[in-house]
């Protein structure tokens, strides 16, 4: 078996020689040093800086994770060290010492040695970092030819001996396979293996977890932690999640405006922060468990990043209206895509996306729908708003049977739900002011003349939290944050009683979620709104949801009050997604969470397949649990 033919010629000849494993010599007690690190931009003809005079080290075999929001300078931190910043529009200054030789000394081809042979990175998303139309195996052995001179033959035995180090089942079978075939979690799991071939010294996790469902983050994380004792490497691990910093760091420098305003060891970070911003970081923190004893959800406490002084976190008022007809009444609702192959067409398969699965949704009430990517989610909303047509089952919302209606009275019920996407950059148009972004669905309704619209958008961008002369500006000109914010003026502005938020705080900064999510409270608790919240942020749901649903393969198996499915879970698959959270706390990373390492499985099933029917029980009023036999391998 051979890597391809595809391999440049200087590749796969192995024509540079074999460079040892380090060309540093004896590595002292750091292996990386910083010292006074500035990076600066070009920007109207001034050097504008992103990282102010930044200093640390990492010593061998340590774990120091940089923590702070987007825009704080951490990722610059990390192309900086790997000099990826572009030299054309950037400028580093300082000192770079790895295993004790100034980096930004080095001649750009001595730097092309050592990047991915004594420092490698792992980036936030990997199918960015893949080429698609190239094979895992083949990624992965060109850096081993590359860097260790290997032959194919010994490159590709030393790949396949990776992927299984890394825990991807079937390794040999799965060397000439595409990023497309694997999962996120497993794409990820390529994406280290990749950076362990040449064995670095140091190696660099930008958000490698931010992206992924909770029990794939779990298993990454462990991996991460197992690879580092065999190797005997040092980590700097980059992330806004402090629950992650807690499980994995044995240091961490906090950044905020591009300086490290705090670097301790982790569990005195964790036990008495010195800095206010590490302190508001802190506070934002959602601990599992925290909710216990609690009936309604409650917000948030927010910290002043300058002062340090914090509000106090309260219950919001109870809004639920069961006595009234459900906003959202969901029965039998199964959503189904085909697969089609070969010259005709022909149905060779069919995705069961969602299968059979009933719940309802009163107003000033939230339902979460929590499960891992490729649960059904996601699907579930859309199918809910008619975006995907489903295949039977009934939606009514406010009475209104959704599938049954025409277009004409589906675009005037659809005033009535809203959607709020995860993405919100993706959501907005570019070109269009926000202002206009908000006003759009009135006029598209003929709800409003200019001048009303006017006043309709001013009046919403202050209810969201943000001021009436930014709805001039354009997307770009606003913070994650803040997008998101302007994403749920949007959905405001035709007054629904339903707003589905898909995965809608799941990309923010811990301290920026902590703020939607305050915000999503207190508008429910002023406008009566039911929220749909799909989520697989377990931590956040338990914070803001009033009841919750599990779903996993398409179908709900437990659903119920918070209280209940969160204090006495019963179906093995929510006690999987329960174990895998991590503990933002330091001193219980030596315990033992049963992380399981089995990927979810297929939703594809044959075109004649005929799901079995499921059998429930109530555990206790209104928390109902489906019976699990063989069919639910993992959990």
Same mark, same amino acid.
């Given at each position: 078996?051979?890597?391809?033919?595809?391999?440049?010629?200087?590749?796969?000849?192995?024509?540079?020689?074999?460079?040892?494993?380090?060309?540093?010599?004896?590595?002292?007690?750091?292996?990386?040093?910083?010292?006074?690190?500035?990076?600066?931009?070009?920007?109207?003809?001034?050097?504008?800086?992103?990282?102010?005079?930044?200093?640390?080290?990492?010593?061998?075999?340590?774990?120091?994770?940089?923590?702070?929001?987007?825009?704080?300078?951490?990722?610059?931190?990390?192309?900086?060290?790997?000099?990826?910043?572009?030299?054309?529009?950037?400028?580093?200054?300082?000192?770079?010492?790895?295993?004790?030789?100034?980096?930004?000394?080095?001649?750009?081809?001595?730097?092309?040695?050592?990047?991915?042979?004594?420092?490698?990175?792992?980036?936030?998303?990997?199918?960015?970092?893949?080429?698609?139309?190239?094979?895992?195996?083949?990624?992965?052995?060109?850096?081993?030819?590359? *860097?260790?001179?290997?032959?194919?033959?010994?490159?590709?035995?030393?790949?396949?001996?990776?992927?299984?180090?890394?825990?991807?089942?079937?390794?040999?079978?799965?060397?000439?396979?595409?990023? *497309?075939?694997?999962?996120?979690?497993?794409?990820?799991?390529?994406?280290?293996?990749?950076?362990?071939?040449?064995?670095?010294?140091?190696?660099?996790?930008?958000?490698?977890?931010?992206?992924?469902?909770?029990?794939?983050?779990?298993?990454?994380?462990?991996?991460?932690?197992?690879?580092?004792?065999?190797?005997?490497?040092?980590?700097?691990?980059?992330?806004?999640?402090? &629950?992650?910093?807690?499980?994995?760091?044995?240091?961490?420098?906090?950044?905020?405006?591009?300086?490290?305003?705090?670097?301790?060891?982790?569990?005195?970070?964790?036990?008495?922060?010195?800095?206010?911003?590490?302190?508001?970081?802190?506070?934002? @923190?959602?601990?599992?468990?925290?909710?216990?004893?609690?009936?309604?959800?409650?917000?948030?406490?927010?910290?002043?990043?300058?002062?340090?002084?914090?509000?106090?976190?309260?219950?919001?008022?109870?809004?639920?209206?069961?006595?009234?007809?459900?906003?959202?009444?969901?029965?039998?609702?199964?959503?189904?895509?085909?697969?089609?192959?070969?010259?005709?067409?022909?149905?060779?398969?069919? @995705? *069961?996306?969602?299968?059979?699965?009933?719940?309802?949704?009163?107003?000033?009430?939230?339902?979460?729908?929590?499960?891992?990517? &490729?649960? &059904?989610?996601?699907?579930?909303?859309?199918?809910?708003?008619?975006?995907?047509?489903?295949?039977?089952?009934?939606?009514?919302?406010?009475?209104?049977?959704?599938? &049954?209606?025409?277009?004409?009275?589906?675009?005037?019920?659809?005033?009535?739900?809203?959607?709020?996407?995860?993405?919100?950059?993706?959501?907005?148009?570019?070109?269009?002011?926000?202002?206009?972004?908000?006003?759009?669905?009135?006029?598209?309704?003929?709800?409003?003349?200019?001048?009303?619209?006017?006043?309709?958008?001013?009046?919403?961008?202050?209810?969201?939290?943000?001021?009436?002369?930014?709805?001039?500006?354009?997307?770009?000109?606003?913070?994650?944050?803040?997008?998101?914010?302007?994403?749920?003026?949007?959905?405001?502005?035709?007054?629904?009683?339903?707003?589905?938020?898909?995965?809608?705080?799941?990309?923010?900064?811990?301290?920026?979620?902590?703020?939607?999510?305050?915000?999503?409270?207190?508008?429910?608790?002023?406008?009566?709104?039911?929220?749909?919240?799909?989520?697989?942020?377990?931590?956040?749901?338990?914070?803001?949801?009033?009841?919750?649903?599990?779903?996993?393969?398409?179908?709900?198996?437990?659903?119920?009050?918070?209280?209940?499915?969160?204090?006495?879970?019963? *179906?093995?698959?929510?006690?999987?997604?329960?174990?895998?959270?991590?503990?933002?706390?330091?001193?219980?990373?030596?315990?033992?969470?049963?992380?399981?390492?089995?990927?979810?499985?297929?939703?594809?099933?044959?075109?004649?397949?005929?799901?079995?029917?499921?059998?429930?029980?109530?555990?206790?009023?209104?928390?109902?649990?489906?019976?699990?036999?063989?069919?639910?391998?993992?959990?």
């Amino acid at each position: 078996m051979s890597i391809g033919p595809s391999v440049p010629d200087q590749l796969a000849t192995g024509a540079k020689p074999p460079r040892a494993a380090s060309s540093f010599g004896e590595a002292p007690t750091s292996v990386l040093s910083i010292s006074g690190l500035t990076t600066s931009f070009m920007r109207e003809g001034q050097w504008i800086p992103v990282v102010r005079n930044a200093s640390f080290d990492v010593a061998a075999k340590e774990t120091v994770a940089i923590v702070g929001e987007s825009g704080s300078g951490k990722s610059v931190t990390a192309l900086s060290i790997m000099r990826l910043i572009p030299q054309e529009s950037g400028r580093i200054q300082g000192s770079i010492k790895l295993a004790g030789r100034d980096l930004l000394t080095l001649p750009d081809r001595t730097m092309e040695d050592v990047r991915g042979n004594e420092v490698a990175m792992i980036f936030q998303e990997p199918m960015t970092s893949l080429n698609p139309v190239l094979t895992i195996g083949f990624q992965i052995a060109e850096a081993l030819i590359y *860097h260790r001179g290997m032959s194919r033959a010994a490159a590709e035995a030393e790949t396949i001996r990776l992927l299984e180090r890394v825990r991807i089942p079937a390794a040999k079978s799965r060397f000439h396979e595409h990023p *497309h075939r694997f999962s996120g979690g497993m794409r990820q799991r390529v994406m280290i293996a990749m950076a362990l071939a040449c064995r670095p010294k140091l190696l660099i996790a930008d958000e490698p977890t931010t992206a992924l469902d909770v029990t794939i983050q779990a298993q990454v994380l462990e991996l991460l932690k197992v690879l580092q004792e065999e190797e005997d490497m040092s980590i700097l691990f980059i992330t806004h999640d402090m &629950g992650v910093v807690a499980e994995i760091a044995d240091r961490t420098v906090v950044m905020y405006d591009g300086q490290a305003v705090e670097t301790d060891s982790t569990a005195r970070i964790f036990a008495a922060p010195s800095h206010p911003y590490t302190r508001a970081l802190l506070s934002a @923190v959602p601990r599992l468990g925290s909710m216990e004893g609690r009936a309604r959800p409650m917000r948030f406490p927010i910290v002043d990043k300058v002062t340090g002084k914090s509000d106090e976190p309260t219950e919001t008022p109870d809004t639920v209206t069961t006595a009234e007809r459900p906003v959202l009444d969901v029965t039998n609702l199964t959503t189904r895509f085909a697969i089609r192959s070969g010259l005709f067409g022909k149905v060779s398969g069919r @995705v *069961h996306a969602v299968e059979n699965i009933s719940f309802s949704l009163h107003a000033g009430e939230t339902l979460a729908l929590v499960g891992e990517s &490729g649960c &059904g989610k996601s699907t579930t909303g859309r199918s809910i708003l008619k975006l995907i047509k489903p295949d039977s089952g009934a939606i009514l919302v406010d009475g209104a049977d959704v599938l &049954g209606m025409g277009t004409r009275a589906l675009r005037e019920l659809r005033k009535r739900m809203q959607i709020v996407f995860q993405d919100p950059f993706a959501s907005l148009n570019p070109r269009m002011s926000v202002g206009s972004a908000i006003a759009a669905p009135l006029y598209a309704h003929g709800l409003a003349s200019s001048s009303q619209a006017r006043d309709k958008v001013a009046d919403l961008l202050v209810r969201v939290g943000l001021t009436a002369d930014m709805a001039s500006r354009f997307p770009h000109e606003f913070s994650g944050g803040q997008r998101q914010r302007i994403c749920i003026a949007r959905a405001l502005a035709l007054g629904p009683k339903l707003i589905i938020a898909d995965e809608a705080v799941s990309a923010l900064d811990v301290s920026v979620k902590a703020q939607v999510v305050n915000l999503m409270l207190d508008l429910q608790a002023s406008m009566g709104l039911a929220y749909l919240f799909i989520s697989h942020d377990i931590a956040v749901v338990e914070r803001m949801s009033h009841r919750v649903a599990v779903m996993y393969l398409g179908e709900i198996v437990e659903i119920g009050p918070r209280a209940a499915v969160f204090g006495n879970p019963q *179906h093995p698959y929510t006690k999987k997604l329960m174990a895998a959270v991590p503990i933002p706390d330091p001193a219980r990373r030596a315990e033992k969470r049963g992380v399981s390492n089995d990927e979810i499985m297929s939703p594809v099933r044959a075109p004649d397949y005929q799901p079995p029917v499921r059998q429930y029980r109530e555990v206790t009023p209104g928390h109902v649990v489906q019976l699990w036999g063989e069919e639910w391998p993992g959990c």
